[in-house]
């Protein structure tokens, strides 16, 4: 009896142990996903900041241009009115000695200081208040006959030509009274006072001058008269450039064409977007010579984002590196713009600054729970290489993620990942796992979310407009054909819907071309890099290219459409894959890279950069893009 309690108790208490392991399990894991999410809210926000800022300088940049342009209209304006002025001055003797006098406001004679009045006017004349009535007061008070109002003269009070507050009537006519006269004792010119008006009328020979004075006052009060209305407001940098591309199309014979295509179907297709950067390139040059400055060509890829909204890519900093980058000189510009320079110009600078870009073999600091060290980890893995028990391998890899991290991305050490841990090689779901214990459960997710809602119909329909070729074709029919549907079976069976979507990327981002060090390849070819056909797991052979580690996918099966299993190739050995379906067997695929530290093939380089970036959103706008992938994504994620 007392054995079987004990026994009872000994089972009772493996069970709470299991039991407490996991609940701890499950609690670090969810309070390393929120902080890794708070951690990535935290990138975001200093990004958006970062944006801002930048915003924030292009337009201090732009207020401080319109500000110096205004100024310097300005100042142009007021000195050519001085010119114009003196030259009206001199234009009646110009071999006498001119200056500029004043006469009385009443009489017209000549009046020697201010107040514009003769002594004998101002000994004689006073000016009494006005009467209610309205009724002019004593000698000397000025009578405005148009309006039967006058104006009274006080001798307390400052007399001031210039101030019309004061004197509402005086500058009705005109706004001098004043004239030149010869100082050697000549004729002068009748004097002209806007409170004389018959004085004008009967000297029409007689031209009206500006008020003019040797005296400060005077010139400013002309200069204030004749200030320039404000310019209009000068259009923000984007508007700039949007209307000078928009000017470039006008002026050329098929820019029109362009204009026309974007407007009917809201996209540009890949000839005219080639046409669009010939012609932009073609004035670029004739305006600004063969090497234009750093400014004009981002002035043009501004322009050509902003009146073809739909080109913007919205995961870029400013939204058109995928025309003209100025960090790294690439783009459509830039590579258009070598090309014509090439026969003519040969760059001598100096070496340029690497460029560091975040891909999968980069290694990332990641925060987890416990992890075991020193001996106690080297204990575990040598444990977990005998243990059978599926839920202690999980926990035991799970544990010693960071050691393997190490191992992957030491050099020395990367080739003995998996012999070093065997059980990649027959326990399914141990690469999903390592990879969402690198970015997140959410991050994991997305292919297998977002694919079918967001990206397979826009990469069908991007597919079309593409040289249709023999296999490109059988991809579209693939694509588009669902058993579940009425659709006819596609003569040529090849791979199922999903597997044939995702293969078309290899067709829309293909290879690069060839150079010295490789040869260019086809996109056929470079399908067979992503996924090979078997009918039976020991028709497999290990192959490729010595000290060549990228993985491929191993579908076995007696139809392409009707796989049984996946496996990932790797170092001559095949992993299992834990998904059943192509799109997860893709999926796991693309997280090999990341969980074994390896560089993407060189021939697939564009079709998994697109997904990275654009599909699982890692490591945006620190990894090095092709202008392709970014004008891809534009087009997918403007929704055209």
Same mark, same amino acid.
């Given at each position: ?157 400052? @007399? ?176 258009? =713009? ?91 779901? =141990? ?61 040529? @069976? ?147």
């Amino acid at each position: 009896m007392s054995a079987s309690v004990l026994a009872f108790q000994t089972q009772l208490a493996s069970v709470m142990d299991v039991l407490v392991r996991n609940t701890v399990c499950e609690i670090t894991r969810l309070y390393e996903d929120s902080l890794v999410n708070f951690q990535s809210i935290i990138v975001q926000h200093e990004e958006e900041n970062a944006s801002l800022k930048m915003k924030l300088q292009q337009s201090e940049k732009a207020l401080a241009l319109q500000s110096q342009r205004e100024s310097r209209k300005i100042g142009a304006e007021c000195q050519e009115n001085l010119v114009h002025s003196d030259t009206l001055i001199k234009q009646e003797e110009p071999e006498g000695e001119v200056k500029i006098d004043m006469f009385c406001a009443v009489c017209g004679k000549a009046a020697e200081s201010e107040p514009p009045f003769c002594d004998a006017c101002r000994k004689t004349v006073s000016f009494q208040p006005q009467s209610p009535e309205g009724s002019p007061g004593v000698e000397g008070s000025h009578q405005d006959e148009s309006a039967g109002k006058s104006v009274d003269f006080s001798e307390e009070t400052e @007399l001031n030509m210039f101030d019309t507050e004061a004197f509402p009537g005086l500058f009705d006519k005109g706004d001098s009274c004043f004239s030149a006269k010869d100082v050697g004792g000549g004729s002068a010119f009748t004097p002209i006072s806007p409170m004389v008006p018959m004085v004008i009328s009967s000297y029409p020979e007689v031209p009206v001058m500006p008020s003019v004075s040797q005296s400060g006052p005077s010139r400013t009060g002309r200069r204030s008269a004749k200030r320039p209305r404000p310019s209009p407001e000068v259009e923000d940098m984007a508007a700039e450039a949007r209307e000078l591309v928009r000017a470039v199309l006008a002026r050329r014979p098929d820019g029109e064409r362009v204009v026309k295509e974007y407007r009917i179907n809201g996209t540009l297709t890949d000839t005219t977007r080639r046409h669009l950067i010939n012609i932009l390139v073609a004035h670029m040059t004739e305006t600004q010579g063969r090497i234009p400055p750093k400014n004009v060509r981002e002035l043009y890829a501004l322009g050509i984002v902003t009146l073809f909204p739909s080109l913007k890519d919205p995961f870029s900093k400013k939204g058109y590196e995928h025309f003209y980058d100025g960090q790294n000189g690439t783009g459509y510009l830039a590579w258009r =713009l070598k090309t014509v320079q090439r026969k003519t110009f040969h760059r001598t600078g100096g070496e340029q600054k690497p460029i560091v870009s975040r891909g999968p073999n980069f290694e990332r600091q990641t925060q987890l729970g416990e992890q075991l060290q020193g001996d106690v980890c080297k204990e575990a893995v040598s444990y977990m290489a005998q243990c059978t028990d599926q839920e202690q391998v999980f926990l035991k890899m799970r544990e010693t993620f960071q050691y393997r991290q190490q191992l992957v991305h030491d050099p020395q050490k990367t080739d003995n990942v998996l012999s070093t841990f065997p059980r990649f090689l027959d326990t399914k779901g =141990l690469v999903n796992q390592d990879f969402t214990l690198l970015f997140g459960l959410e991050t994991a997710c997305k292919l297998l979310e977002n694919w079918d809602n967001s990206f397979k119909a826009k990469v069908i329909k991007e597919a079309r407009s593409l040289t249709q070729s023999a296999d490109l074709c059988n991809l579209l029919k693939c694509a588009e054909y669902e058993p579940s549907s009425d659709q006819d079976v596609p003569e040529v @069976l090849g791979w199922d819907s999903d597997m044939a979507s995702v293969l078309l990327l290899v067709h829309l981002l293909p290879p690069p071309p060839g150079g010295r060090k490789s040869a260019k390849i086809s996109a056929r070819e470079a399908v067979d890099r992503v996924v090979q056909f078997y009918k039976s797991r020991t028709e497999w052979r290990p192959g490729g290219m010595e000290g060549q580690r990228q993985p491929y996918l191993v579908a076995v099966g007696s139809r392409r459409d009707q796989i049984e299993s996946f496996y990932l190739a790797l170092d001559c050995h095949l992993i299992p894959c834990q998904a059943n379906c192509s799109l997860g067997a893709f999926d796991e695929l693309f997280k090999a890279h990341f969980v074994f530290g390896l560089s993407y093939d060189e021939a697939l380089s564009s079709v998994y950069t697109f997904l990275q970036t654009t599909v699982y959103n890692i490591d945006v706008g620190s990894v090095k893009e092709s202008p392709r992938v970014k004008e891809l994504r534009a087009r997918m994620l403007n929704n055209c």
